[in-house]
């Protein structure tokens, strides 16, 4: 009992004084974040007015950048950071000029090195100074960057890529999301490829023939939103065909998206009760989109359907395709479904 | 590059600007005083209701995200009140279609998108201004 209590009382004493080294703990590391933020203030209030001048593209002759480009040891490496910063929010012949400040100072050349360094926040860090800086000549260094043991480094290098937007880096960056155990998550890869322009298009065709799923997803999605229309035939044989339900379910949303009148018939096809019915739905949303009113004899089937979601996707669907398609949902009116789908098409019409 | 600031001896345009990033704040105050605009900046958009309602601007200049009302939040307040038809122009972040469609259908009369070229967003706010008179 007595050795119980003791032991009831050391274990307080030491979880308290736990408790009160994390508390000192987050006080100290706080104090010295904001003594270094007033240091680099203090730094930086020098600099401040040149670099806004800069920034706001008022620096006609010139003369700001140059004082810039003089910030020496501990100030230049606070500019620096602060110049990084601001790249990530202007773009053009400001940005330029930034760009050159941060060459003048060598730090493009030491985000190079950088990129070897053993340290994986350096090498993010490095990674997103070259994207920021826009300096395309590192596109090599940046794509070896993309198969990095880090994954905060492989997704900056992505990052990087597209800020440079050169479409060269478009296959490795596809590639990257089905590398083996150093995978590039789809949704970075998808945003960096979005920035590449069309100069992707045929990259997308190829990603859509890759043996991983979610690079065929990407590269189906991608095809969609930068309406390549030269991807459709492969978003067709994607729909019907591929062995992962998600790559289903993505093509058929790009071919909503993308899709000519005779696609309702194969979208159609794929509302069948046979299908899985995320598929059926993701197609039924498709038909929609498409608006061919080909399709309006099998929503309406769609209609009494076993499952309320897709009914109501079908009721939705029809009523985005005109009289014929309103038409269709005559007997229907009651139908909760209905109901649900026509409140919400209504308070969509209010919000816009 | 010269601003259209109002007619000859008249007081110059005044320009609401809120931003919470102090960079851009600060840029875009700079970029518009150079062309003759009086700016008033401020960093959340609780100011920025505030100084609207003390002092109506002939134009703003709205960041979407922001501590307090965003500037969305402020837009529709300005829509509401006595002065709708000042000018909005959002500077934001936010890039997907969907949030520029938002901003839009809550009745911005522009959007324009960071990372942003200062140069551009003064023409779009001379325009505006020459749209409004």
């Known amino acids: 009992m007595i050795i119980g209590a003791a032991l009831l009382v050391g274990a307080t004493v030491v979880i308290l004084g736990a408790c009160v080294l994390l508390v000192i703990l ?16 203090m730094l930086m209030s020098p600099l401040r007015s040149a670099l806004i001048t800069v920034a706001s593209g008022e620096d006609d002759d010139g003369a700001a950048a140059e004082q810039l480009t003089w910030a020496t040891g501990v100030s230049r490496v606070v500019l620096d950071r602060n110049i990084v910063e601001m790249l990530g929010k202007i773009r053009g012949v400001p940005a330029d000029q930034l760009v050159h400040v941060l060459e003048v100072h060598g730090a493009v050349d030491a985000a ?18 070259l994207g920021l800086a826009r300096a395309k000549d590192t596109v090599p260094l940046l794509v070896t960057a993309l198969g990095d043991e880090s994954v905060e480094v492989r997704n900056s290098a992505a990052y990087a890529l597209g800020l440079i937007g050169d479409p060269a880096a478009a296959g490795p960056v596809l590639a990257a999301i089905g590398a083996p155990e150093r995978g590039l998550p789809a949704a970075t890869a998808a945003e960096a490829l979005q920035s590449m322009g069309v100069g992707i298009s045929e990259v997308l065709r190829d990603g859509m023939a890759d043996d991983n799923a979610r690079t065929r ?5 991608l095809s969609a939103e930068r309406s390549f229309t030269l991807g459709l035939p492969q978003l067709r044989r994607l729909l019907s065909d591929d062995p992962d339900l998600t790559v289903r379910e993505t093509s058929a949303t790009a071919i909503g ?4 009148g005779e696609d309702a018939d194969t979208l159609v096809r794929h509302t069948a009760d046979t299908e899985p019915l995320s598929l059926r739905r993701a197609c039924v949303v498709a038909l929609g989109e498409l608006g061919d009113t080909r399709a309006v004899p099998a929503l309406a089937e769609i209609l009494d359907d076993s499952d309320p979601r897709l009914a109501e996707l079908a009721a939705t669907a029809l009523l985005s395709m005109g009289a014929e398609g309103s038409a269709a949902l005559a007997g229907h009116e009651d139908d909760p479904a209905v109901r649900t789908a026509r409140l919400l098409v209504s308070l969509q019409r209010a919000s816009a | 590059m010269s601003a259209p600031a109002g007619e000859p001896d008249a007081s110059p345009v005044r320009v609401l600007v809120a931003d919470d990033d102090a960079d851009i704040r600060d840029l875009v105050e700079f970029k518009l005083t150079q062309a ?8 959340d958009g609780i100011s920025a209701w505030e100084a609207f309602e003390a002092n109506p601007p002939q134009l703003a200049v709205l960041d979407v995200m922001m501590p307090g009302l965003s500037g969305i939040d402020v837009l529709r307040k300005i829509r509401e009140s006595e002065f709708p038809s000042v000018p909005v122009l959002l500077l934001s972040a936010k890039s997907r279609d969907s949030d520029v469609d938002t901003g839009f259908a809550v009745g911005a009369d522009d959007y324009v998108i960071k990372p942003f070229s200062p140069r551009e967003l003064l023409h779009r706010v001379n325009g505006m201004l020459a749209r409004a008179r």
């Open chain 1, 112 to 129: 190079v090195e950088d990129l070897t360094s053993r340290s994986s926040v350096r090498r993010a860090r490095a990674a997103q100074l």
């Open chain 1, 26 to 41: 987050v006080v100290a590391v706080r104090a010295r974040r904001h003594s270094r933020n007033q240091r680099d203030e």
């Open chain 1, 257 to 260: 998206r993308l899709g000519r």
């Open chain 1, 217 to 221: 997803m990407v590269a189906a999605h």
């Open chain 2, 36 to 43: 003759g605009y009086a700016v008033e900046a401020v960093p």
